[in-house]
């Protein structure tokens, strides 16, 4: 059995009200929400944008026009197109930590059983940039590649938030909490008990809180330099989680020091290169 929830609107990485988006960042959302849900039709795209049908449509036209989008031939449905597909190639020849960190994720879901999950910050939002499914029946199947969530939702997203700067965390939380309405148990002072818990112990760790019967343990991924860039985590039954903390807390910290040191090596000619994830918004 797994534990599934029914699809939900993907939230936009933009901060503020639609109506003070300029033209830049009403593109940007198409082509964002495209990513995580094509194929999506012209009602659905602006409903979740929260564009008017209208500026939605002369939008995509644009972007059909360009390649970037495509009509779904025989349906009245959008998605990406060719040009997009092509830079997210090109992409991926410079940013690439997804690649590196395969070896890692197959290795935590094969001793664990559950799902191990890459993620990395975009904004105040945690982006799941790669998974490997355990055998387990009972898996997270909700967290998908290209997935957001909040910062502090799930034990990788919080872990991509536990050290940063207070003053940043202040405002991290200060912006996500109206977005958390469905989730009564992420509150100010439950994400602040969690960071200082973190901070002691070098690992997070969530149970029943942003899915009932369901919890993580994550782990930072930091440069050479010491910088937070990204967060490995595990998702698996509470009870799985409650039995096996320090366990996969230390299978996670090994798994990280890896990746750590495998980015830090010279990039072979003709190799792919790892960069940092832009943590902008």
């Known amino acids: 059995m797994n534990a599934t929830s029914p699809k939900k609107k993907p939230s936009l990485s933009v901060i503020g009200q639609p109506a003070n988006f300029n033209a ?3 593109v940007c959302a198409i082509l964002r929400v495209l990513a995580q849900n094509a194929p999506l039709r012209l009602t659905e795209i ?27 031939t025989g349906a ?8 997009a597909r092509v830079m997210a190639v090109s992409a991926r020849r410079t940013v690439d930590i997804a690649e590196l960190a395969q070896p890692s994720l197959l290795r935590l879901s094969g001793r664990s059983a559950d799902t191990a999950l890459l993620s990395v910050r975009s904004g105040v939002e945690a982006l799941y940039l790669a998974r490997s499914v355990g055998s387990h029946p009972l898996q997270p199947n909700y967290l998908q ?4 969530r909040p910062l502090g939702v799930g034990a990788g997203s919080l872990a991509l ?14 912006i996500i909490m109206p977005r958390l309405a469905k989730s ?13 818990a973190a901070r002691k112990h070098g690992h997070t760790v969530q149970i029943d809180v942003a899915l009932p019967g369901m919890g993580g343990v994550g782990v930072p991924i930091r440069d050479d330099a010491g910088q937070v860039i990204a967060a490995l985590s595990v998702g698996a039954s509470s009870d799985r989680i409650r039995r096996r903390e320090t366990e996969l807390a230390e299978m996670l910290k090994k798994e990280a020091l890896i990746l750590t040191r495998a980015m830090a090596q010279p990039a072979k000619p003709g190799a792919l290169k790892v960069i940092k994830t832009s943590q902008g918004a």
Do not use: C, H
Request: neutral net charge; hydrophobic residues 40%; without cysteine.
């Open 161 to 174: 938030m536990v050290w940063l700067p207070d003053a940043e965390i202040d405002a991290i939380i200060e």
């Open 46 to 72: 602006a409903d979740v944008t929260s564009l008017n049908k209208a500026t939605a449509l002369r939008i995509l036209g644009s972007l059909i026009e360009e390649g970037f989008v495509t009509r779904v």
């Open 76 to 83: 009245k449905t959008y998605e990406l197109g060719q040009e």
């Open 24 to 26: 830049i960042q009403k």
């Open 145 to 148: 590649i290209g997935s957001r």
């Open 184 to 196: 009564p148990r992420i509150t100010s002072k439950y994400l602040r008990e969690r960071i200082v």
